[in-house]
């Protein structure tokens, strides 16, 4: 097990190398931040001094050889759009980005997984089907079009729930979130739905192929004719065993969540993690982005291993595999 | 937000929408900003947003009016006792929000202050630079001397708003000098204004929260020595899509947003909101490369361009009114200069250039090009009001009278590489003019590029024309408003003849407001909450 951990790390820091170059030549290759940054009616003697003050005057190899040797030491750098660390600037927006996703994981799961064993049961009722025709608008409309018509319905013409924002914050372990107190919970329920609408066709998809493909293995029918209830079958036998490819979906799934809402955050105005990595790339804020794009990875990499760790509890063939290669 | 009538869900949809949206809060005014500002310290960028959150806690010396033009702030007086000296009188009985007095040492050490803001990514020491003296004196009279005739002197005053000394921990003495001042102490970094204690100005609001990327709350400062403002309370919410910024004024969660998209505005006026539009500073133009033969976007050796009768029919051949009617719909002003009269310096009988393309085509035969040419029109396609296209039309225009034009649509990021690359024959840009008079587009995008006059920073055509600098330089060294106006005016007046740039239009800015609210549309495009008044 200490091997195989000390293997994923190594894994993972390459890819945080590799990936910290490749975002750092790439946005120096877009432009210069300080031309967007700085007003137009600036005269060519102070240009020169920001850009020098930034560290932007001197050959692309040195900027990266100190940025480098900063993050050795554990500093991210500092953001050229705010002036101050840029790891603390995206930490600020993380718990907002954190509840969201995690939000839209329990929707997705909590609706997805009964309504994939539904339809998996009933592959032929009108349940059955509405429930994968339901699934099919989940998955082919696009994303923004789904926020757009849901602030339509919900916020402009039934007024029942607010276009945007994330509302009133509460503060938790030190972090400011919105899901403890009614009016957070209210800006939550609207994006979070958007996020989680695609997961959730992604589950019952899931799930309905799991359950029609478990319902005809032989332990099953041994179950039934050992004389198991219908109920304790699907809880037990069905469920389980569907539940691998959604745990390793739902894992890759939660990781891009986090990473990428851009399109939910940005047309409801959640002050989140894409925001502003979005913002930093417009602007050219290159420290932001390396930080974030690190961080990100940090983030898949930690995800796959808890999904891995899953699998084991989940499925004892994973358990006795590990010990097996021992 | 209250929104409990149920009966509204009965009525029709914009019904429902009039009675949710015109039930502005009682006193608390929220607004969606189009950009959010970086920080709260007003020394630190630059930029439109910034500048108008500090309007709100911070008071400049000199205030500039919803056209522009210069007033009274901090400073209720100034005159210029000879050509390089300056006396300014400040307002008495004025208190920062924590109660201290404002006085002459506050002026000074925010005058110190500006170029120690560390990290600043667009410094204003651009307006601080004529400064050679400052010295008070008495507690209210301020005496500036210049390095040199510095006309411009009480514009740059207005772009900055005072910070007090003493919560910034300067000693009791600040001196000012060229080289460094005495008595600053440590310049606070910028992220302490994030703190509602630090952030001490005169204005007419005070900070009561800072959460960047969600929300900016102001309270009314109740020492402020102007007229009381309306609203105990101002809520600004980053709201940068444009749908999410439309939905929230809709749907009530604001009363007011910056830069409604064009193609929506009817449906919202429709729907009972409020439209307030007005002449921008911004003018978009198209610049033709002049400097090297031949130019990157044109096929050939020589560089058509180079020739002013091309210019001339490029520019005879852009149908403005057509764009104005089509794509801006009406949102903008066809210009024949680059800053809307009656700001100062324009000539205020000079018509937008006339849509002609008999003409342009007449002209591209004088000069040899009776089957026209090829080149590449570069633009931005996220920058400017329907940068894109604009561009797409004029491409289509010069296409007619034979110029066979491509497009070359970039993010802005992306844009401005390739044009400070001097990679674009033809681009299109904007340019605000941010003191609000002429000498700052003539200045930037007209005279010869020489950084050690500081003049022709964005003249990326390379246009030169010795007669157009010799004018300008003087007016930058006349002191006399009058004297200095004429030969600003004929500054513009030979550039536009000569065709050394083309206008396009002036940008309308445009804000939407919750039925029941007025906002007075302003030439520099802030956004003011503590000038969003009810309509009664």
Redesign the interface.
């Known amino acids: 097990m200490v091997a195989y951990l000390l293997r994923r790390l190594g894994q993972s820091l390459l890819a945080v190398i590799a990936m910290a170059v490749l975002v750092f030549v790439g946005v120096y290759a877009i432009g210069n931040p300080v031309d967007i940054l700085i007003n137009p009616e600036a005269t060519e003697r102070q240009r020169l001094e920001v850009m020098e003050r930034m560290g932007l005057d001197r050959p692309l190899w040195e900027q990266f050889w100190v940025y480098f040797g900063n993050l050795l030491q554990g500093d991210f750098g500092r953001s050229f759009v705010y002036g101050e660390s840029a790891m603390s600037v995206i930490l600020q927006r993380l718990p907002a980005t954190m509840e969201l996703a995690l939000f839209a994981l329990v929707l997705a799961i909590v609706f997805g997984v009964p309504l994939g064993v539904i339809a998996g049961l009933k592959p032929d009722t009108y349940t059955g089907r509405g429930i994968m025709a339901g699934s099919i608008l989940g998955f082919s409309l696009p994303n923004f079009w789904q926020g757009l018509m849901m602030i339509l319905i919900f916020a402009v013409f039934l007024g029942w729930l607010p276009a945007g924002g994330r509302g009133q914050t509460t503060e938790f372990l030190g972090m400011r979130v919105s899901f403890l107190n009614a009016d957070g919970l209210k800006h939550m329920i609207l994006p979070a739905i958007n996020l989680a609408l695609f997961k959730m066709a992604l589950v019952i998809r899931l799930a309905r192929a799991g359950t029609r493909e478990v319902m005809m293995q032989d332990y099953i029918k041994f179950a039934r004719a050992k004389g198991l209830s219908h109920r304790r079958v699907v809880f037990v036998h069905v469920l389980k065993n569907i539940m691998i490819p959604v745990v390793t979906i739902l894992g890759l799934e939660l990781g891009s969540m986090i990473a990428f809402a851009v399109v939910t955050e940005t047309v409801f105005a959640w002050p989140g993690m894409g925001k502003l990595l979005i913002d930093s790339i417009n602007r050219l804020d290159r420290p932001v982005i390396v930080a974030y794009l690190m961080l990100i990875v940090f983030l898949f990499v930690l995800i796959n291993f808890l999904v891995d760790l899953l699998y084991s509890v989940l499925d004892p063939r994973v358990r006795l595999a590990q010990r097996g290669a021992q | 937000?209250p929104?409990t009538s149920s009966k509204?869900?009965f009525l029709s949809?914009s019904a429902?929408?009039a009675l949710?949206a015109g039930a502005v809060g009682a006193d608390t005014l929220r607004i969606g900003l189009a950009s959010e500002p970086?920080?709260v310290d007003p020394h630190?960028?630059?930029?439109g947003p910034n500048n108008a959150l500090a309007r709100h806690i911070f008071t400049p010396l000199i205030a500039q009016d919803a056209n522009q033009l210069l007033e009274p702030g901090l400073a209720t007086e100034w005159e210029a006792i000879d050509d390089t000296t300056w006396r300014i009188t400040l307002r008495e009985g004025v208190t920062f929000s924590n109660g201290d007095a404002f006085t002459a040492r506050d002026v000074i050490y925010t005058v110190c202050r500006i170029p120690l803001v560390?990290?600043?990514?667009?410094?204003f020491?651009?307006y601080t630079r004529a400064i050679a003296g400052l010295e008070a004196e008495d507690d209210h009279t301020l005496i500036v001397t210049t390095d040199g005739p510095a006309p411009l002197l009480p514009n740059q005053l207005s772009t900055f708003g005072i910070i007090s000394a003493s919560v910034s921990g300067a000693e009791d003495e600040v001196t000012f000098g060229m080289d460094g001042c005495t008595g600053v102490g440590d310049a606070p970094?910028?992220?302490e204004f994030n703190d509602p204690n630090f952030a001490i100005g005169t204005g007419p609001y005070t900070l009561g929260a800072y959460?960047?990327?969600?929300?900016l709350r102001l309270s009314r400062n109740e020492n402020f020595f102007g007229d009381a403002p309306q609203w105990d309370e101002i809520v600004m919410?980053?709201?940068?899509?444009s749908?999410?910024r439309v939905?929230?004024l809709?749907?009530?969660?604001v009363h007011m947003i910056e830069n409604p998209p064009t193609q929506d505005i009817a449906r919202i006026e429709g729907d009972g909101f409020t439209i307030s539009s007005g002449l921008s500073n911004r003018v978009i133009y198209i610049a033709l490369d002049q400097g090297d033969a031949p130019t990157p976007g044109i096929d050939g050796d020589t560089n058509p361009l180079q020739d002013a009768r091309v210019r001339e029919a490029l520019a005879l051949s852009i149908d403005r009114e057509a764009i104005r009617e089509r794509l801006m719909l009406g949102l903008s002003e066809p210009a024949g200069e680059l800053l809307p009269a009656p700001m100062f310096g324009t000539n205020p009988d000079r018509p937008a250039i006339p849509y002609n393309p008999d003409r342009a085509r007449e002209l591209l035969a004088e000069a040899g090009y009776e089957d026209g040419f090829w080149i590449v029109l570069g633009t931005p396609n996220?920058r400017y009001i329907n940068d894109g296209p604009i561009s797409q039309a004029v491409a289509q225009m010069w296409t007619q009278v034979g110029v066979q034009t491509e497009v070359d649509a970039k993010?802005?990021?992306?844009f401005?590489?390739d044009r400070?690359g001097f990679n674009f024959s033809a681009f299109l840009a904007g340019?605000?003019a941010?003191?609000g008079e002429m000498s700052?587009p003539l200045g930037?995008l007209v005279a010869t590029r020489d950084?050690d006059r500081?003049l022709g920073?964005?003249n990326l055509a390379r246009h030169s024309n010795t007669e157009i600098d010799d004018l300008l330089v003087e007016a930058l060294q006349t002191v006399d408003d009058g004297e200095r106006e004429r030969l600003l005016r004929e500054a513009s007046t030979i550039a536009m003849d000569t065709f050394a740039i083309v206008p396009i239009h002036y940008e309308l800015t445009t804000w939407a407001l919750a039925p029941g609210l007025e906002y007075e549309a302003r030439a520099d495009q802030y956004t003011l909450g503590s000038a969003v008044v009810r309509a009664d």
């Open positions: 937000m929104r509204a869900l949809a429902a929408l949710t970086t920080s630190y960028h630059n930029l560390p990290d600043a990514p667009s410094p020491t651009l970094a910028s992220a959460i960047r990327g969600e929300e919410r980053p709201l940068t899509n749908g999410a939905a929230a809709l749907a009530g969660d996220d993010t802005f990021s992306a401005i590489a400070n340019w605000g941010g003191t700052s930037a950084p500081s920073g964005t």
